[in-house]
């Protein structure tokens, strides 16, 4: 197993990773599922309605780790 896992920022910056190790895949692959089903979700739901479930929920809020002043997923 290989995984490459990287971020570009806003500014252009960029970090990376390479590795073979397992658990470094399978946190890679968590986060992958994470981020795919938050978006599926914002994208059923609407941005509106999924920010207002965050401000009700802490429980939802801490767990995807929406930013309900900023609108948008970390």
Known sequence: MYAV???IK???DTVGLWTRSPKI???AEEYIRYDLW???LID???QDAFGRLCARSRLLKDVVGYQVNSGRLP
């Open 25 to 27: 895949v399978l946190v």
């Open 44 to 46: 059923e739901i609407g």
């Open 10 to 12: 806003s500014a252009g």
């Open 38 to 40: 938050g978006r599926a």
């Open 5 to 7: 896992i990287f971020e």
